[in-house]
């Protein structure tokens, strides 16, 4: 069989990475990657977020491939290693929230207005896993938005703007009648 006939593989090892060889890499990889994501996060579906989001990371990263370190195949099944990792922490995470991380210490409601801790307590268990997980962060682990940024991944100021939606929701939900 002729070589121009064949399936185009990846580019050569020690090729630099460009915008062009590094749709032949998707290609020749992305089944493989996928069955490997899919393998540690059990889900076909997240397994697809977590493969797009490899990817994406690795045409960011185009610059960072340094063929001295390993073939081009091994530097994205390490990126979607780390990026399976991440999904997997965040389910971690977003499980124990699921909990209600207020809950896990019950306060006595001891203080100068029990009616009203009571009322913050409901709110918070009324909040998406997502909202909680920021307002906990933001008041019972006392991040910054800086911090709270480095936690889930973001920009501090994507992180001040999911901060501040909580809140406003927090804030609804206090308010709203019983």
């Given at each position: 069989m002729p070589l121009a006939a064949a399936e185009p593989g990846p580019p050569p090892a020690a090729a630099p990475l460009t915008a062009a060889t590094f749709e032949a890499l998707y290609?020749?990889?992305?089944?493989?990657?996928?069955?490997?994501?899919?393998?540690?996060?059990?889900?076909?579906?997240?397994?697809?977020?977590?493969?797009?989001?490899?990817?994406?990371r690795a045409y960011r990263r185009l610059r960072s491939y340094?063929?001295?370190?390993?073939?081009?195949?091994?530097?994205?099944?390490?990126?979607?290693?780390?990026?399976a990792l991440d999904e997997l922490r965040r389910r971690r995470r977003t499980a124990a929230l699921a909990a209600d991380p207020a809950g896990a210490a019950p306060v006595a409601d001891e203080g100068p207005d029990p009616v009203r801790r009571a009322t913050v307590r409901a709110a918070l268990a009324?909040?998406?896993?997502?909202?909680?997980?920021?307002?906990?962060?933001?008041?019972?682990?006392?991040?910054?938005?800086?911090?709270?940024?480095?936690?889930?991944?973001?920009?501090?100021?994507?992180?001040?703007?999911?901060?501040h939606r909580a809140v406003h929701r927090l804030r609804e939900a206090c308010h709203a009648p019983s």
């Open positions: 290609r020749a990889t992305v089944d493989d990657v996928f069955a490997y994501v899919a393998a540690l996060v059990r889900d076909r579906g997240v397994a697809e977020d977590v493969v797009a989001a490899a990817f994406e340094d063929p001295a370190r390993g073939s081009q195949r091994q530097w994205l099944f390490g990126i979607a290693r780390h990026a009324g909040l998406e896993p997502r909202d909680r997980e920021l307002v906990a962060l933001k008041f019972f682990a006392g991040l910054d938005n800086a911090e709270i940024a480095g936690v889930l991944g973001i920009s501090p100021s994507n992180a001040g703007t999911r901060l």
